[in-house]
C-alpha cells in the first residue's frame, strides 16, 4: 500500500453528452476507513461509485482523476472487464448481481480462477471465502441464487467480492432490500470483515442512520455536487448543511410518535440546471436571493467538517431541534370490524414435504383503524395480503370484510367485485404498479369505472383525486415514465381511492423511496386516514414507519403473530425474544469508532 490515501477523488465530473451529472466532487480515504455517500436519488451518488470503479455506462464520460493506491483507474475501461483487481463492487440487489445459472460456490471459484488461483487450492478457497461470510454449511455452495434467502444471497456476493482480496470495497445500496434483522447482519459483517481486513470501505445509501451506523465519515451529495462533509460522529450531532438536516428530520422516528412527519417538498434538480446557483435553494427553507445566483464553495467550517452553503456562518450555530413525542389521535377509530381473520392457514408444498406459510392467524380491522403487520422475510406479511386479495387461496380459515363473508378459494366475479369496493390495495414498486402506456388520466379513469357510487363529471373527479394526494390537475395527460418515484406512489394511492374503499392495504408502500419523498406519503396516508375514516392494514419490515403510521401492531415470526398489541406498547416495552430481536436490529444512534 503506498504512503499516501488508498483513494483518492479529485474534482470529479461525469458527463452523458453535453448534460453533466456530476460536478467536480473531491473526496479521500485511507486504507481501514470506511466512508457513506448520502443523498436522495439523482444526488450522483451511485454514479461517482460506478466512476471509482471504472464501470461507466458506454457514453459517458469523466474527467478528473480516480487513485487507488496512488495508481488512476483505467478509462476508457477494457471490453468484458471493467473491474480493478483492487476494488471489489456489492450491489443492492444480490438476485440480479448472482448469475442465475451458476451456484454460489461458482461465482466465488470464477473469481479466484481469473486472479490465477491454482485449480486444486479453489474447492477448500471456495469454502474458506463462504465461512469469512458467515456460511459454515458445505451445501451452500452447491446451490443456486434462487434457493437462498435475500440476506444469504447477499452474504455469497458479498465472498464473491472479496474472492480478490480487494484494498477497497464499494457498496451500492447493499441493505436497502433487506428486512431489518438481515440488514443488522449484514452490517454488521461489513463492518467485521472491513476490519479484519484492514479494507477501504465506500458504502452508498440514502438512510444517514445506517451511515451513522457503519461508518467513520458521510459524505453527503446532492444534484451531482457535495453539500457537506464530516466525521460520522459530528455530523450526527451537529449537520450544518439545510439539506443535511432535512434528511435527518425525514427520518421516521423508532423512539416516539411525530405529530407531523416533514419531508423535503420537491426533488432533486438535473445537475446541469443549477450550476450557477445553489443546487438545494429551490427546497431550502433557510435561502436567500443570494443562494439563486451565487455558487457556494465547499469549504471547511472546522476541522475534517466542510460544507457548502454561503450562510454557514449564521447558520453554524443552530442545531437541529430534536423532535418530541406527540400524542397519538385516536379518535377516528370506530367499533366496527372491517376485517375479520380468523385461523388463517396456508401451506405449500417444498421438496416433497409441506412448508406452513401461515399458522393460524387471526386478527380483525376496524372502521378508521391503522394496524401494522411486521415480520421479517418469509414471515408471512406478503401471504397474508395475497389471501385477502384472492390471489392465493389459504389451506384452511376464513375471512370475513365488513360482515362479508367469502371463501376465497370459491370467489365469485360477483364476490370479486365486491371485496374489491371494500378492499384496494398499494403496492411496493410505483414503477410497476401503473400500465406505462396509459396516462395518468385514463389510470385513474378506470379505477373511478369501478366505484359503486355513479361518477357523474369524470374529469373533475380525475382532478379532485389528484388533488388529494397532492398533485395538480395537469399531471392527468402525463404517462409514468415522465413521474418521478414519489409521483408515481401518490398516483397508485389515488387510484386506490378512486374505489373509495374503507380499507386500503398498504403492501411496503415506501421501502423503494427516499426517506423526503417516504415522509411526505406517510403523510399523507395518515391524512387519509383521519380525514376520511379508511382503515389501513399496513405490512413493513421497518419499525420507524410502523411507529408512525400504526396505532396496533401485528408481528409475524414464521407464519405465526408472536406478539400483538397497541405499537407504542409492543416497540417500547416488547415482551416477545423475536420482537426484541427486531427492535434492537434498527439501525443505532451510535456511530463509528475512529480507526
Not at 163 to 185: C, I, K, S, V
Not at 269 to 297: G, I, M, N, S, W
Amino acid at each position: 500500500m503506498s504512503a499516501g490515501p488508498l483513494l483518492t477523488v479529485d474534482d470529479l465530473s461525469i458527463s452523458y453528452g453535453s448534460r453533466l451529472l456530476v460536478n467536480g466532487v473531491s473526496f479521500a480515504l485511507d486504507g481501514g476507513e470506511s466512508l457513506a455517500l448520502v443523498g436522495e436519488s439523482g444526488s450522483g451518488k451511485s454514479l461517482t461509485a460506478r466512476a471509482i470503479a471504472d464501470l461507466l455506462p458506454a457514453g459517458v464520460s469523466a474527467t478528473g482523476r480516480v487513485l487507488i493506491e496512488g495508481a488512476p483507474v483505467r478509462r476508457p475501461r477494457r471490453r468484458g472487464r471493467g473491474d480493478s483487481p483492487r476494488v471489489g463492487l456489492l450491489m443492492q440487489d444480490p438476485f440480479t448481481m448472482l448469475n442465475p445459472t451458476m451456484t454460489a460456490g461458482g461465482h466465488i471459484a470464477e473469481t479466484l480462477r481469473a486472479a490465477g488461483r491454482p485449480r486444486a487450492e479453489i474447492p477448500a478457497e471456495v469454502s474458506r471465502r463462504l465461512a469469512e461470510v458467515g456460511i459454515t454449511d458445505a451445501s451452500v455452495a452447491r446451490r443456486y441464487p434462487f434457493e437462498l434467502s435475500g440476506g444469504m444471497s447477499q452474504r455469497v456476493a458479498l465472498a464473491a467480492a472479496l474472492a480478490n482480496d480487494p484494498a477497497l470495497l464499494l457498496a451500492d445500496e447493499p441493505t436497502t432490500a433487506l428486512d431489518a434483522t438481515t440488514q443488522h447482519e449484514v452490517l454488521e459483517l461489513l463492518r467485521q470483515v472491513q476490519r479484519d481486513r484492514g479494507m477501504g470501505l465506500v458504502f452508498i445509501t440514502h438512510d444517514l442512520r445506517v451511515a451513522f451506523d457503519l461508518c467513520h465519515r458521510v459524505v453527503v451529495m446532492y444534484a451531482g455536487s457535495i453539500m457537506e462533509e464530516a466525521p460520522a460522529r459530528i455530523m450526527r450531532r451537529d449537520p450544518l448543511h439545510p439539506y443535511t438536516r432535512g434528511l435527518l428530520e425525514s427520518i421516521p422516528s423508532t423512539d416516539h410518535y411525530q405529530g407531523n412527519l416533514r419531508g423535503i417538498p420537491g426533488s432533486v434538480p438535473a445537475t446541469h440546471t443549477v450550476l450557477d446557483r445553489c443546487p438545494f435553494a429551490d427546497r431550502c427553507d433557510e435561502r436567500v436571493d443570494a443562494c439563486t445566483h451565487v455558487v457556494p464553495p465547499l469549504v471547511e467550517v472546522a476541522a475534517h467538517h466542510r460544507a457548502a452553503c454561503i450562510r454557514i456562518g449564521e447558520l453554524v450555530s443552530t442545531t437541529t431541534a430534536t423532535s418530541v413525542g406527540s400524542a397519538r389521535v385516536t379518535d377516528h377509530v370506530g367499533d366496527e370490524v372491517v376485517v375479520r381473520v380468523s385461523d388463517l392457514r396456508k401451506s405449500y408444498r417444498v421438496h416433497g414435504g409441506v412448508h406452513p406459510a401461515l399458522d393460524g392467524v387471526t386478527f380483525d380491522l376496524r372502521q378508521g383503524e391503522a394496524l401494522g403487520i411486521v415480520g421479517e422475510s418469509g414471515s408471512g406479511k406478503t401471504t397474508i395480503a395475497r389471501c385477502l386479495l384472492g390471489l392465493t387461496s389459504p389451506t384452511d380459515g376464513s375471512i370475513e370484510f365488513a360482515g362479508f363473508g367469502v371463501v376465497p378459494a370459491q370467489r365469485t366475479a360477483q364476490d370479486r367485485r365486491a371485496v374489491a369496493q371494500i378492499v384496494q390495495c398499494v403496492f411496493q414498486d410505483p414503477y410497476s404498479t401503473l400500465n406505462p402506456m396509459h396516462s395518468v388520466g385514463t389510470a385513474l379513469g378506470e379505477a373511478l369505472s369501478q366505484r359503486s357510487r355513479p361518477v357523474t363529471d369524470r374529469d373533475h373527479e380525475i382532478a379532485s383525486l389528484l388533488d388529494r394526494v397532492g398533485l395538480p390537475a395537469s399531471m392527468a395527460t402525463r404517462r409514468p415514465a415522465s413521474l418521478s418515484g414519489g409521483q408515481r406512489q401518490r398516483v397508485a394511492i389515488a387510484r386506490a381511492l378512486a374505489v373509495e374503499p374503507r380499507v386500503l392495504l398498504c403492501d411496503e408502500p415506501v421501502a423503494a423511496l427516499d426517506v423526503s419523498v417516504q415522509a411526505q406519503i406517510l403523510e399523507l396516508l395518515r391524512e387519509v386516514n383521519r380525514s376520511q375514516g379508511t382503515s389501513l392494514l399496513f405490512i413493513t419490515h421497518d419499525l420507524g414507519v410502523v411507529r408512525q403510521i400504526t396505532e396496533r401492531v401485528l408481528v409475524l415470526y414464521r407464519g405465526e403473530v408472536v406478539e400483538q398489541g397497541a405499537t407504542d406498547v409492543v416497540l417500547d416495552a416488547p415482551t416477545h425474544d423475536y420482537t426484541q430481536r427486531l427492535v434492537a436490529a434498527m439501525p443505532s444512534t451510535h456511530v463509528a469508532q475512529e480507526a
